[in-house]
Protein backbone atom coordinates (compact mmCIF):
# COMPACT_ATOMS: atom_id res chain seq x y z
CA UNK A 1 0.00 0.00 0.00
CA UNK A 2 2.72 2.26 1.17
CA UNK A 3 4.69 2.04 -2.74
CA UNK A 4 0.96 2.84 -4.26
CA UNK A 5 0.83 6.11 -2.30
CA UNK A 6 4.63 6.78 -3.35
CA UNK A 7 3.39 6.43 -6.76
CA UNK A 8 0.42 8.33 -6.61
CA UNK A 9 -2.30 5.79 -7.12
CA UNK A 10 -4.82 7.14 -4.99
CA UNK A 11 -7.31 4.96 -6.13
CA UNK A 12 -5.70 1.93 -5.92
CA UNK A 13 -5.01 2.49 -2.12
CA UNK A 14 -8.27 3.72 -1.56
CA UNK A 15 -9.46 0.07 -2.94
CA UNK A 16 -7.22 -1.89 -0.22
CA UNK A 17 -8.79 -0.20 2.60
CA UNK A 18 -12.09 -0.36 1.75
CA UNK A 19 -11.98 -4.23 1.67
CA UNK A 20 -12.99 -5.54 5.15
CA UNK A 21 -11.65 -8.90 4.84
CA UNK A 22 -13.19 -12.43 5.60
CA UNK A 23 -13.53 -12.34 9.10
CA UNK A 24 -16.55 -11.24 10.45
CA UNK A 25 -15.77 -10.87 13.79
CA UNK A 26 -13.32 -8.57 13.33
CA UNK A 27 -14.88 -6.61 10.67
CA UNK A 28 -16.07 -3.58 12.86
CA UNK A 29 -12.59 -3.09 14.25
CA UNK A 30 -10.85 -3.50 10.60
CA UNK A 31 -13.80 -0.97 9.44
CA UNK A 32 -12.46 1.27 12.37
CA UNK A 33 -9.05 1.03 10.94
CA UNK A 34 -9.87 1.45 7.29
CA UNK A 35 -11.67 4.81 8.11
CA UNK A 36 -8.65 5.96 10.06
CA UNK A 37 -6.46 5.25 6.86
CA UNK A 38 -8.89 6.43 4.49
CA UNK A 39 -9.07 9.64 6.65
CA UNK A 40 -5.41 10.16 6.06
CA UNK A 41 -5.31 9.18 2.53
CA UNK A 42 -7.89 12.29 2.01
CA UNK A 43 -4.93 14.27 4.20
CA UNK A 44 -2.70 13.09 1.67
CA UNK A 45 -4.81 14.54 -1.49
CA UNK A 46 -5.35 17.48 0.74
CA UNK A 47 -9.25 17.15 0.97
CA UNK A 48 -9.11 18.16 4.41
CA UNK A 49 -13.20 18.61 5.10
CA UNK A 50 -13.72 14.95 3.69
CA UNK A 51 -11.16 13.90 6.21
CA UNK A 52 -12.74 15.83 9.37
CA UNK A 53 -15.75 14.34 8.17
CA UNK A 54 -14.74 11.04 8.02
CA UNK A 55 -12.90 11.90 11.33
CA UNK A 56 -15.82 13.19 13.31
CA UNK A 57 -18.51 10.35 12.21
CA UNK A 58 -16.34 8.00 13.60
CA UNK A 59 -15.84 9.58 16.71
CA UNK A 60 -19.87 9.82 16.84
CA UNK A 61 -20.30 6.32 15.59
CA UNK A 62 -18.14 4.44 17.55
CA UNK A 63 -17.57 4.34 20.90
CA UNK A 64 -14.88 1.12 21.03
CA UNK A 65 -12.36 3.15 18.87
CA UNK A 66 -9.63 5.52 20.69
CA UNK A 67 -10.26 8.85 20.54
CA UNK A 68 -7.18 9.95 19.86
CA UNK A 69 -6.31 9.14 16.12
CA UNK A 70 -9.52 10.52 14.42
CA UNK A 71 -9.48 13.80 17.24
CA UNK A 72 -6.10 14.48 15.88
CA UNK A 73 -6.34 13.95 12.34
CA UNK A 74 -9.75 16.17 12.36
CA UNK A 75 -7.71 18.91 14.28
CA UNK A 76 -5.01 18.77 11.63
CA UNK A 77 -7.44 18.86 8.77
CA UNK A 78 -9.45 21.98 10.84
CA UNK A 79 -6.52 23.81 10.98
CA UNK A 80 -5.32 23.26 6.94
CA UNK A 81 -9.30 24.23 6.52
CA UNK A 82 -8.65 27.37 8.29
CA UNK A 83 -5.35 27.99 6.76
CA UNK A 84 -6.83 27.74 3.47
CA UNK A 85 -9.67 30.89 4.32
CA UNK A 86 -7.01 32.84 5.88
CA UNK A 87 -8.00 32.63 9.38
CA UNK A 88 -4.37 31.93 10.95
CA UNK A 89 -5.36 32.42 14.66
CA UNK A 90 -7.95 29.67 14.09
CA UNK A 91 -5.54 27.45 12.68
CA UNK A 92 -2.80 28.07 14.74
CA UNK A 93 -5.76 27.21 17.51
CA UNK A 94 -6.26 23.74 15.67
CA UNK A 95 -2.49 22.88 15.45
CA UNK A 96 -2.02 24.05 19.24
CA UNK A 97 -4.73 21.81 20.48
CA UNK A 98 -3.03 18.72 18.92
CA UNK A 99 0.30 19.33 20.71
CA UNK A 100 -1.26 20.25 24.22
CA UNK A 101 -3.30 16.78 23.93
CA UNK A 102 -0.44 14.83 23.28
Excluded: K, N
Aim: contains cysteine; hydrophobic residues 40%.
Amino acid sequence: MLALLFLGEFGQVLEIIGRAGPWPRRAAMIRGCSCFREAWLHTLCLDFAGARLLCEALMRSREDVPSTQPQTIARLSGGYIELEHGRYDQAARCFDEIRITR
